[in-house]
């Protein structure tokens, strides 16, 4: 059983709950997603597994999680970009933010984001029971494709991405 870190809205952990208890909730809880840019400054993307229990299929950003009991939200960022593409990079807490998206099946996630960026040309060695594909995109051809297909996308995804290329902007990424 998984338990995720129950926050308030200043991430000060206030208990923990199972993780699909706290899906269904939805309560808010600690997070992070990762945004990793080869030298060319594309995106790395992913396809979530299609044995995920939420949103499988569907294309997100580099990886994305919630940290364990004890565990910084950079160590877990560290942990599942290993365990879910095979890479070891560079990465730094950019910002972090709230938000709230349903993802189906009468799940919602209320997360604290911690968003991580790094820098690496590596060739990801997926976990295939975690990730179902990944490819490199350029910002403005992700841009127009979200437009275009938002279906094809996580909903987290589509609010993290929006807030990334704001802060990707001042960052001069």
């Excluded at 364990?68 to 095979?86: F, I, P, S, V």
Aim: proline share 3%.
């Amino acid at each position: 059983m998984e338990f995720v870190i129950l926050v308030d809205n200043n991430d000060q952990q206030i208990g923990l709950m199972e993780k699909q208890a706290a899906h269904i909730g939805p309560h808010l809880h600690r997070a992070f997603s990762v945004f990793i840019f080869n030298s060319q400054g594309e995106l790395l993307m992913q396809q979530r597994a299609l044995t995920k229990y939420h949103s499988p299929g569907l294309w997100t950003n580099t990886c994305c999680s919630h940290p364990r009991d004890g565990e910084t939200a950079h160590e877990a960022a560290k942990r599942r970009l290993m365990e879910e593409m095979g890479m070891d990079c560079e990465i730094h807490e950019a910002y972090s933010f709230i938000y709230k998206a349903p993802v189906g099946q009468g799940l919602t996630e209320h997360e604290f984001d911690h968003v991580f960026i790094g820098q690496s040309d590596a060739i990801p060695v997926i976990n295939t029971d975690e990730v179902a594909s990944w490819k490199y995109m350029s910002l403005e051809k992700l841009q127009k494709d979200i437009a275009s297909y938002p279906e094809l996308y996580t909903e987290w995804f589509k609010i993290t991405f929006e807030e990334m290329t704001q802060h990707v902007e001042i960052l001069k990424l």
